[in-house]
């Protein structure tokens, strides 16, 4: 359950904490005080955009805060495990948002987090609908997925999307190969042979690129590269003084030495390691030196060579390997397209092996579906009868369609509110207050399904009063014995089948507008239910009226 909600700066709101309790919880108050404030504070917790415009006037940022006390974490700790975060502590669940006129912060239990993450944990703690969203009962999208909760079928769903996503994946690829006309597939086949062959001509490889670039460094700078080389060689073997011949006279000292003293041996053989290392060094030089290529012709060939990779390079990759490797996936494509018919008819075989594992899902889907209809159909019918509709009669059609995402199937509500009236498309009912109990009889019957803790209607009664207005409560009420609702309305009846009441009001001080919220007890819940029979200047009639519906 949403145990506390505080707002801070969030337009008519200056600093309020709200908590709330199990059951049906009512927010009431005059149009234009800041009850769907909260509704919309709580959008934001659950993901929703926000901009700089939220913020009160003269502040520079704006926070909303929620605490939820989970039962059943097991939902959002998974969605926490995926992103790495630890599960929750005593099923205690924190989310933070504050916004700035620059940036925005969000963080669950501490941790910062995105506003995708927001959205996917809304998913499961919260249920929201607004006044609007009735409309969306209308939408023959939104009936299909009402009908697939009831029934609890997402295994079936899920086995036909997986089969679906690979036909459609199919299509797309016949779709390619269709879309080219001749002349305009002849020129890519030429654009791409066109690369393709001058990269293979080029006969590329990073290795020798290495090379090229290292031997055009040293012929560059050969004639330097030669007179340093013979200038070592002369210092350690041919020069007057020359190292060699140093370590010679210490070799031929060292030799009488170790006649004299034994453990000059070890001086003498580090010294002709010595000797031997020069030797080794100076036939390494002049080779090295003797074999460069200093030539006008090499050089030539050199530049030629290092101009082929700078170029390629710069047309087809950053790397000599990126420029390889798109020319493997160029020649993939010049096959496909010189065997574009051959590959077309592979996929239409291809394609009609995976319709067929389509249309078997499908059908299992739609039995499965045809099997919850009838149920969903006396379920909603129940419900109706208890908000108003006596006579009234809510079916579900299901008809055959071509494969689509969702099935092989096209749903339609029904709906005859009244006896002796013909069924017709729900889309087809004029009046937005029996629209509003049909989505209210929808979600009756869905709440006994799913596992969302929390339900928010935000004026859900609107457009009926009397008593339908009692008989919506007593509904509400009703599903608030498994869920925690949060309800915003402006119908004493249903305020009066509250467990929790809070009040909204606005006030004007010092030139600034606040909103605050109240809880009501015992004493002060009767007078507001008094202001919304009679408006402000309540009666004892009217007072003793709301007495009575509170059952006080």
Not at 479 to 504: D, E, F, R, Y
Request: aromatic share 4%; net charge negative; proline share 2%.
């Amino acid at each position: 359950m949403l145990r506390t909600l505080k707002i801070k700066n969030l337009a008519l709101v200056d600093d309020v904490q709200v908590g709330f309790n199990e059951g049906l919880n009512v927010i009431t108050g005059e149009t234009g005080a800041g009850k769907s404030l909260m509704i919309g504070a709580l959008r934001l917790l659950l993901g929703e955009r926000a901009d700089k415009s939220m913020i009160r006037t003269g502040e520079t940022s704006c926070s909303v805060h929620a605490e939820f006390g989970l039962s059943d974490t097991a939902q959002v700790d998974a969605i926490l495990a995926d992103i790495g975060l630890e599960p929750c502590e005593g099923g205690l669940l924190i989310i933070r948002r504050v916004i700035t006129e620059s940036a925005n912060k969000t963080t669950v239990n501490d941790e910062s987090v995105t506003l995708t993450v927001l959205r996917r944990l809304g998913k499961v703690l919260v249920d929201m609908h607004g006044p609007y969203d009735h409309q969306s009962l209308l939408d023959p999208g939104v009936q299909l997925d009402i009908l697939d909760a009831f029934g609890q079928l997402d295994d079936a769903k899920a086995a036909y999307a997986a089969i679906y996503q690979e036909f459609r994946a199919i299509q797309k690829q016949i779709d390619a190969l269709n879309s080219d006309n001749e002349e305009d597939l002849q020129r890519q086949i030429e654009f791409l042979d066109y690369r393709v062959n001058e990269i293979d001509s080029a006969n590329l490889s990073a290795e020798e690129e290495e090379q090229v670039v290292e031997e055009h460094g040293i012929i560059a700078n050969s004639q330097q590269v030669i007179e340093l080389a013979n200038g070592v060689v002369v210092a350690l073997t041919e020069g007057e003084g020359c190292a060699f011949d140093g370590l010679a006279s210490a070799q031929q000292a060292l030799n009488r030495l170790v006649r004299l003293m034994p453990e000059a041996q070890e001086w003498h053989d580090e010294i002709e390691n010595a000797v031997t290392s020069v030797q080794e060094v100076v036939r390494s030089i002049e080779r090295s030196a003797a074999g460069i290529d200093g030539s006008a012709e090499r050089m030539q060939w050199l530049d030629d060579r290092l101009s082929t990779y700078q170029t390629l390079k710069r047309k087809y990759g950053a790397s000599v390997e990126e420029v390889l490797a798109n020319c493997e996936t160029w020649k993939q494509q010049l096959q496909d397209l010189r065997g574009r018919d051959r590959r077309r008819d592979e996929l239409k075989a291809e394609q009609a092996i995976v319709l067929r594992s389509l249309q078997k899902a499908g059908k299992t889907l739609r039995s499965r579906r045809e099997n919850v209809a009838d149920h969903l159909s006396e379920s909603i019918t129940r419900e109706l009868v208890d908000i108003g509709f006596e006579h009234g009669f809510f079916d579900v059609q299901i008809n055959p369609c071509e494969p689509g995402p969702s099935g092989m199937d096209a749903i339609e509500f029904g709906f005859a509110p009244n006896a002796g009236e013909d069924m017709r498309p729900l889309r087809m009912i004029a009046s937005s207050g029996e629209i509003s109990r049909v989505m209210l009889a929808t979600k009756a019957v869905l709440a006994k399904q799913d596992q969302i803790p929390v339900l928010v209607f935000d004026e859900i009664d609107a457009n009926i009063g009397g008593e339908i207005g009692g008989a919506v409560g007593r509904k509400l009420a009703q599903v608030a014995k498994s869920h925690q609702l949060l309800c915003i309305t402006h119908l004493p009846q249903v305020a009066a089948c509250g467990t929790t009441h809070l009040a909204v009001s606005k006030k004007v001080e010092d030139g600034r507008t606040y909103t605050e919220v109240e809880l009501l007890d015992r004493e002060s819940r009767p007078e507001e239910i008094a202001r919304m029979l009679g408006g402000r200047d309540s009666t004892n009639v009217t007072l003793q009226h709301a007495k009575e519906m509170l059952g006080l």
